[in-house]
């Protein structure tokens, strides 16, 4: 051990000492005015009753002084009173204080006749003492809280004036907090909240000013120049709605940590920040079967296409965690299966067969790895994503998006899965892009393979996920820290976002009641407006930005669905996950297109393919090479599983 170990060791343990010594003292004083107050109580009682004039000598009076100096503070020993369980001036304590005097009456009664023998039962005398005992304790210890409130509570004169808006536990907690640091950053000089039965309320003498209407008229009034939104769990309209108004009245925006950051530790309630695009979205916290997905995911071989995108990393992220007897992490992208390795492992030596580096495009390749590694569960989540390329390059969208899942199912079935996942998009309800084209005929093959394969085989769909590479946020942030212009489609247009997380956290306990056949349909709260993004990150930015609007592209919304005109809202198993069920589509209909085909007639093909309501399209005459190494490769598969 090093020297500045062994100091910072000398160091630590001196500081515990210190704090066991004022612990120490504290209880000793405390235990001493307990007994005061007590004794003169019951002196005093004892004096106006008359019951004790006549106590016999000998050891009477010493018994009964022994009982007025150590039944007080036993009786507080095992009401906790001296324990540091409770808060300082809080009900809690309060509590404590009464059964410690309930305890300390109960204990002289049933001790009366032993202390003082012949004289009558002393009822009189105890219920006198508790009279004076009892607002004698509270009032001593709520003096000393008081004091000390007080002295903690002299904020610096030049700590920057805030406005907290909210005026429950999360925002007197936040006032309590800021006044209780003499080295604070911030005072608060008001509070704001819309409950009218809050208004004239004062929070350790910080005043209740009005609601979200008042807050010029309190900046004004009070100087401040920061309002923070002190809400543990505040709607996305809201957070955006007093950020716009608190920027209109001159005023920065700040909130306080989510409740998931305080209960992890990562954050203290006083650690007031920005307003991140999270908070902005306003996400409702998830409620997840977590006993049920580890009981599901425990000691099972699983395997995870396109491993190294923004959601198939975080998927083997979430699935190690539920200690799978093996993770196999797929991959074309050797740079993104390194990434994901060293997160889960910090190391990344790429030599275990953890890691798979393949193609989905190759049916061979893809039978091979499912033969060697026989997953139980697989998660498909490996695609082309970005629409304004598939609608310039159809044949892509097929190779990847449709074969390329079918390639996928293919070699899952023949290798007898017991459940299939595969990562679909809110582009695919009533699509009018090749994206959007191309994974819903991937959900309508995985419905298909459902009515014929042994297991489980859904899809799971959601909109955009908020940081993912190539993600709206993600331009839009490199857009505004260069300056500008930013780039914006149309001044009304609306997307669905997620963050990988809470995505993942779905999609995963999709997997574990989702019905065969269907498509699970996360919720993703409420459309957001990119342009109103866009000016959050202007507004953040370190200077001024212009925002450009460009017009929609070729296969764009104004707006994204996430159920088709034709599925229907139900929510059997969980609050925030729609089920429905999929038309399924034979695997020949798109095996025997043909990628070489012209760019729109390859597009009106997918297009026919998506839609259900569409007659099956025949088989065509001449399948492609796709489609022959597909069935190939399957029937090796198949024989391979018989043998074993």
Request: hydrophobic share 45%; glycine share 8%; proline share 5%.
């Amino acid at each position: 051990m090093n020297s500045s170990a062994v100091g910072s060791t000398i160091t630590q343990l001196m500081s515990a000492r210190e704090r066991a010594r004022q612990r120490l003292s504290r209880t000793a004083m405390e235990m001493t005015y307990d007994i005061i107050v007590w004794t003169s109580g019951l002196s005093l009682a004892a004096w106006a009753t008359r019951d004790l004039m006549r106590v016999p000598a000998g050891l009477a009076p010493v018994a009964l002084f022994l009982a007025l100096i150590l039944v007080p503070p036993a009786a507080g020993l095992v009401a906790g009173l001296y324990r540091s369980r409770r808060e300082r001036g809080s009900l809690d304590e309060i509590v404590g204080i009464v059964l410690s005097a309930s305890f300390t009456c109960g204990t002289l009664v049933a001790l009366g006749a032993v202390l003082v023998p012949g004289q009558r039962a002393p009822l009189r005398t105890v219920a006198g003492g508790l009279a004076v005992a009892l607002p004698a304790m509270l009032t001593g210890r709520y003096v000393l809280f008081a004091a000390r409130r007080a002295t903690r509570g002299r904020v610096s004169v030049s700590a920057e004036k805030i406005i907290v808006f909210g005026a429950g536990d999360a925002g007197s907690q936040l006032v309590r907090s800021l006044l209780g640091q003499p080295d604070s950053r911030y005072r608060p000089v008001a509070l704001l909240d819309d409950d009218p039965d809050k208004r004239r309320l004062r929070v350790l003498g910080v005043p209740v000013l009005g609601g979200r209407g008042a807050i010029a008229q309190a900046a004004a009034r009070t100087g401040a120049r920061v309002l923070v939104i002190a809400i543990a769990r505040p709607s996305g309209p809201a957070i955006r709605e007093l950020t716009a108004e608190a920027e209109r009245c001159g005023l920065v925006p700040k909130v306080i940590p989510s409740v998931a950051e305080l209960i992890g530790g990562c954050a203290r309630i006083e650690g007031v920040r920005d307003p991140r695009i999270t908070d902005l979205l306003g996400r409702r916290e998830l409620d997840t079967d977590v006993e049920a997905m580890t009981q599901h995911f425990a000691g099972k071989r699983i395997l995870v296409t396109g491993a190294g995108g923004s959601i198939g990393s975080e998927l083997c992220r979430q699935l190690h965690r539920f200690g799978p007897a093996q993770l196999v992490m797929l991959d074309r992208d050797e740079s993104a299966l390194h990434a994901v390795q060293l997160e889960l492992h910090g190391r990344a030596l790429l030599d275990s067969d953890e890691t798979v580096l393949a193609d989905i495009r190759d049916p061979r390749r893809v039978m091979e790895i499912f033969r060697q590694t026989r997953p139980q569960i697989v998660f498909h989540a490996a695609a082309l994503k970005h629409l304004p390329l598939l609608e310039r390059y159809p044949a892509e969208a097929l190779k990847s998006n449709v074969w390329g899942t079918h390639t996928v199912l293919a070699a899952a079935a023949a290798c007898g899965a017991e459940s299939f996942v595969n990562i679909s998009t809110d582009k695919a309800a009533n699509p009018v892009s090749v994206l959007g084209y191309s994974k819903r005929v991937a959900e309508r093959l995985t419905a298909h393979l459902a009515g014929r394969a042994a297991g489980r085989y859904i899809s799971v769909r959601f909109g955009n996920v908020l940081g993912s590479r190539g993600s709206v946020l993600t331009t839009l942030s490199a857009q505004v820290a260069a300056g500008g212009p930013v780039t914006v489609t149309h001044p009304d247009v609306c997307r669905y976002f997620m963050t990988a997380h809470e995505a993942v956290q779905l999609v995963l306990q999709a997997a574990v009641i989702g019905r065969t056949g269907e498509v699970l349909v996360l919720d993703m709260g409420e459309q957001v407006r990119i342009a109103d993004i866009a000016r959050r990150l202007i507004a953040a930015g370190p200077r001024a930005a212009d925002i450009v609007f460009t017009g929609l592209r070729p296969g764009e919304k104004l707006s994204e669905s996430l159920l088709g005109d034709d599925e229907l809202d139900e929510r059997p198993y969980h609050p925030l996950i729609r089920h429905a069920p999929v038309a399924p589509l034979k695997p020949h209909v798109v095996t025997g297109l043909d990628p070489a085909a012209d760019a729109d007639e390859l597009r009106a093909a997918l297009a026919r393919c998506a839609d259900a309501s569409l007659v099956i399209l025949p088989q065509e005459a001449g399948d492609s090479g796709q489609q022959s190494a597909t069935s190939s490769a399957t029937s090796e598969l198949s024989r391979a599983a018989v043998r074993s």
